[in-house]
């Protein structure tokens, strides 16, 4: 019986901290084994790959991008080698694949093919952050981005925290790293007073903070989050 190749969707760190700090052996391991990887940007990758296993030869890697760039019919064939029983790893450029990720439509391919997807276990900015909330663990909600324009910004806020009281679910949303000072203004401008907010900045890095404090709370603080990669939660009891 012919065996094809799985494949493996390998964590990542969230910032420059050492690899086996937050993630397990079993990742190391793959790694090792591995040969052909799929990633967003391959400077990153290497470096990632370099880092976790040292003895690897760089030269012996094959490396495919799947960004905003890639060509879409090019990329239906990246899994090709996987008919030819070599495996692939499927890599992120912080955290764990596939979520809040573009390699989330080389999963849906995997699928389509009838080839084997291995989750591995690794660190979730989105997860960590709702653990670490105090929020409603049983039923909340990830977003994405929020609009760049500030009139449909507020507009997405204001639904979100009517939405969030309706059916008691905590809503996350992220942002990109130099424009949370912007977002966070909007959140203390838009939102209810009694509105429970978290920002989880940094996750997993000795800089790490979070937070959860009601709007109003929020009003005398002044964190320090530019440039830095921050999860928002808002619940509305």
Not at 67 to 90: N, P
Not at 96 to 103: L, Q, S, Y
Request: hydrophobic fraction near 40%; charged fraction near 20%.
């Amino acid at each position: 019986m012919e065996t094809f190749g799985k494949l493996y969707l390998i964590p990542t760190t969230l910032g420059d901290n050492e690899p086996l700090e937050v993630l397990p052996l079993s990742v190391k391991k793959i790694v090792e084994q591995l040969q052909y990887f799929i990633v967003e940007n391959e400077k990153t990758a290497r470096r990632f790959i370099k880092r976790i296993s040292p003895k690897k030869q760089q030269s012996s890697l094959h490396i495919l991008v799947l960004d905003k760039y890639t060509d879409v019919f090019e990329s239906k064939h990246y899994l090709d080698i996987c008919f030819k029983g070599m495996d692939v790893g499927l890599l992120s450029e912080a955290g764990v694949p596939a979520i809040a990720d573009p390699g989330a439509s080389m999963v849906n391919l995997a699928h389509q093919l009838q080839l084997q997807v291995v989750p591995m276990v690794g660190p979730s900015s989105i997860l960590l952050a709702m653990m670490a909330s105090g929020m409603n663990g049983q039923n909340f909600a990830f977003n994405g981005y929020l609009p760049i324009d500030k009139i449909e910004r507020k507009k997405a806020i204001k639904q979100l925290e009517r939405k969030s009281k309706e059916l008691n679910q905590s809503q996350i949303f992220i942002e990109t790293p130099y424009r949370n000072t912007k977002i966070f203004t909007s959140l203390l401008q838009t939102l209810t007073p009694g509105a429970q907010l978290c920002i989880a900045s940094d996750i997993s890095l000795t800089t790490e903070y979070i937070r959860t404090m009601s709007v109003q709370e929020w009003k005398n603080e002044k964190p320090d989050l530019h440039k830095r990669p921050s999860i928002f939660i808002i619940h509305k009891s």
